[in-house]
């Protein structure tokens, strides 16, 4: 068990610039979440996804935000156009759907900063 | 909308005695509810967990009491150790649907 991956770990950036995230989930997960987490605030749900589906996305996923899935592996969050008010931790998590509660596994995250 | 909450920002406790975290919630389908912890620059971590059906989970020094008609449940550490010292936050789901999350709360443990 590796774990979930989460790269970069550490992303600065300028307003205006396009920035992509890559998550590896736990190889036997069926499910993949993006959740953000700001300082003094619990992650906030972004979007998830079942095998290769996006299943639900929060409001607070903008046009600028997409997330992809391709196979139902790994799964990329993209950010176009940053504003300075997407600094935030960018958590990923994985869990294995069926027979009973979901637990989610997360990474370590990736600390965006939008100067 | 803030379905689950933690009133309580930060906890200061002794070493060696019982630490007590909060957490409210509002949505009436939540079924499944979940501690995790986390340190700094790291994701969070599962703790222990506790379904509607149950109102007491132990798990070694930790134990999490849900009272379903006060939507409020409670983690207990017992006894409190310096590695105890995260940042605590409570989540809870509905029909195994995407966890919500608390704002969570900073318990330190003085030695």
């Known amino acids: 068990d590796t774990g979930v991956s989460q790269n970069p770990r550490h992303k600065i950036t300028k307003r205006g610039q396009n920035v992509t995230f890559r998550c590896d989930p736990i190889?036997?997960?069926?499910?993949l979440y993006w959740y953000r987490q700001t300082l003094g605030q619990g992650p906030e749900f972004l979007t998830y996804?079942?095998?290769?589906?996006?299943?639900?996305k929060s409001r607070l996923l903008s046009d600028r935000f997409s997330a992809e899935r391709p196979k139902g592996s790994f799964s990329t969050l993209e950010i176009q156009r940053t504003e300075q008010g997407d600094s935030a931790m960018y958590l990923c998590?994985?869990?294995?759907?069926?027979?009973?509660?979901?637990?989610?596994?997360f990474g370590s995250g990736t600390q965006l900063s939008v100067l | 909308d803030q379905q689950v909450k933690q009133n309580s920002p930060s906890l200061s406790v002794q070493e060696g005695r019982i630490s007590i975290l909060n957490c409210d919630y509002t949505?009436?389908?939540?079924?499944?509810f979940l501690w995790y912890k986390k340190y700094p620059a790291e994701g969070p971590t599962f703790l222990i967990s506790?379904?509607?059906?149950?109102d007491k989970n132990e798990d070694g020094r930790f134990t999490v009491f849900l009272n379903k008609s006060a939507k409020h449940l409670s983690l207990h550490i017992v006894p409190s150790q310096p590695g105890d010292s995260a940042v605590y936050f409570c989540?809870?789901?509905?029909?195994?649907?995407?966890?919500?999350f608390g704002q969570g709360t900073r318990l330190t443990i003085n030695p």
């Open positions: 998590a994985s869990s294995r759907v069926g027979g009973g509660n979901e637990k989610l596994f």
């Open positions: 190889s036997e997960h069926n499910r």
């Open positions: 996804f079942q095998n290769e589906a996006q299943l639900e």
């Open positions: 949505n009436s389908m939540f079924d499944y």
């Open positions: 506790i379904s509607s059906i149950k």
């Open positions: 989540a809870a789901s509905a029909g195994a649907q995407k966890l919500v």
